[in-house]
């Protein structure tokens, strides 16, 4: 299969493309290396498949340059993992989120169209739900209120790829991610970010009084279920959750690193923050039955191996 990885240099994206590699796949990537966090870790993310997938330094913005990397590349399948991604920073400048991830989506599935590329994988988020009291979240709930920009362009993205499948007969199928962790993980999230100021001796900000619960997926589950999607041949377009279908408090989350890592977190509390939501939670059973999605790594088995991998990379 011969397929193209938008947002192939960034954290999800570097490890589905390299396993692609792996599998036997053609392989091309496209990614814009912008300054979000440092682009040097995006470039080493691809220094470990970039010899055997083709790398294009472009913006998804940019319509006709997808057009042409689209059409020229002769592709069985898109997997849009391209984004601005973050509720906070979403909130300070919410028409960069608007350009990137709604226009950037139309571009791709425009080219998608025009291309004659039958497959369309794109990156959705559980931050789809907004604060939807019923728990776990389904996939057919009604999504009447999102409370960031993120929140709104991901959505928006959803109802783009079913326009594109109703009216053109594109495959698309949306996957909402549960807030993906492991080697690789961006900088600024949250497991990153403790476990650093935690190994340092520095404060780490809690924001609320950590009762707040999220539904932590270590990212080689996430490959297992995106893989499903290269062969799935149900709905012509379809969404799935892909998480662990358990929660986490976020002071269990601190708790998990301090003992990975041997050492206390100095605690600055913080008030909650808007637009952040207060628990996710992923029903799963759909996303078993149809893809054989069948995450196994808990929290207490990630953190630890999350700890490893920073202690390698950073001496």
Same mark, same amino acid.
């Given at each position: 299969?011969?397929? +193209?990885?938008?947002?192939?240099?960034?954290?999800?994206?570097?490890?589905?493309?390299?396993?692609?590699?792996? *599998?036997?796949?053609?392989?091309?990537?496209?990614?814009?290396?912008?300054?979000?966090?440092?682009?040097?870790?995006?470039?080493?993310?691809?220094?470990?498949? $970039?010899?055997?997938?083709?790398?294009?330094?472009?913006?998804?913005?940019?319509?006709?340059?997808?057009?042409?990397?689209?059409?020229?590349?002769?592709?069985?399948?898109?997997?849009?993992?391209?984004?601005?991604?973050?509720?906070?920073?979403?909130?300070?400048?919410?028409?960069?989120?608007?350009?990137? &991830?709604?226009?950037?989506?139309? &571009?791709? +599935?425009?080219? *998608?169209?025009?291309?004659?590329?039958?497959?369309?994988?794109?990156?959705?988020?559980?931050?789809?739900?907004?604060?939807?009291?019923?728990?776990?979240?389904?996939?057919?709930?009604?999504?009447?209120?999102?409370?960031?920009?993120?929140?709104?362009?991901?959505? *928006?993205?959803?109802? +783009?790829?079913?326009?594109?499948?109703?009216?053109?007969?594109?495959?698309?199928?949306? +996957?909402?991610?549960?807030?993906?962790?492991?080697?690789?993980?961006?900088?600024?999230?949250?497991?990153?970010?403790?476990?650093?100021?935690?190994?340092?001796?520095?404060?780490?900000?809690?924001?609320?009084?950590?009762?707040?619960?999220?539904?932590?997926?270590?990212?080689?589950?996430?490959m297992q279920g995106m893989e499903a999607c290269l062969?799935?041949?149900?709905?012509?377009?379809?969404?799935?959750?892909?998480?662990? &279908?358990?929660?986490?408090?976020?002071?269990?989350?601190?708790?998990?690193?301090?003992?990975?890592?041997?050492?206390?977190?100095?605690?600055?509390?913080?008030?909650? $923050?808007p637009g952040d939501v207060p628990v996710t939670c992923?029903?799963?059973?759909?996303?078993?039955?149809?893809?054989?999605?069948?995450?196994?790594?808990?929290?207490?088995?990630?953190?630890?191996?999350?700890?490893?991998?920073?202690?390698?990379?950073?001496?």
């Amino acid at each position: 299969m011969k397929i +193209l990885v938008t947002g192939g240099a960034g954290f999800i994206g570097s490890h589905f493309a390299g396993r692609c590699v792996k *599998a036997g796949h053609g392989v091309e990537v496209v990614d814009d290396f912008n300054d979000f966090y440092d682009p040097a870790i995006k470039r080493a993310n691809v220094a470990a498949f $970039q010899k055997d997938a083709r790398v294009h330094e472009a913006d998804i913005r940019d319509g006709d340059a997808m057009l042409r990397l689209v059409q020229g590349g002769r592709f069985d399948c898109i997997v849009h993992l391209a984004a601005r991604a973050g509720v906070r920073p979403s909130i300070k400048d919410p028409r960069l989120y608007v350009e990137t &991830n709604v226009l950037g989506t139309l &571009n791709l +599935l425009e080219a *998608a169209r025009q291309g004659n590329v039958p497959r369309f994988i794109c990156a959705s988020s559980s931050s789809v739900y907004g604060v939807l009291k019923t728990l776990p979240f389904r996939e057919d709930l009604a999504l009447t209120q999102t409370i960031s920009p993120y929140a709104a362009t991901k959505l *928006a993205g959803e109802q +783009l790829c079913s326009n594109f499948s109703h009216l053109y007969g594109l495959r698309t199928i949306n +996957l909402r991610f549960f807030t993906v962790y492991g080697p690789r993980q961006r900088p600024d999230l949250a497991i990153h970010s403790f476990t650093r100021a935690i190994s340092e001796g520095r404060p780490i900000q809690q924001f609320g009084d950590g009762s707040t619960r999220r539904d932590y997926t270590y990212v080689d589950d996430i490959m297992q279920g995106m893989e499903a999607c290269l062969g799935y041949e149900g709905q012509l377009c379809d969404v799935f959750n892909l998480g662990e &279908n358990q929660t986490t408090t976020l002071s269990e989350l601190i708790s998990t690193i301090e003992a990975a890592l041997g050492k206390k977190a100095v605690i600055e509390r913080k008030p909650d $923050q808007p637009g952040d939501v207060p628990v996710t939670c992923a029903d799963i059973t759909k996303a078993r039955s149809f893809l054989g999605y069948s995450p196994h790594t808990k929290i207490a088995e990630g953190i630890p191996k999350f700890v490893e991998w920073f202690r390698a990379v950073n001496g």
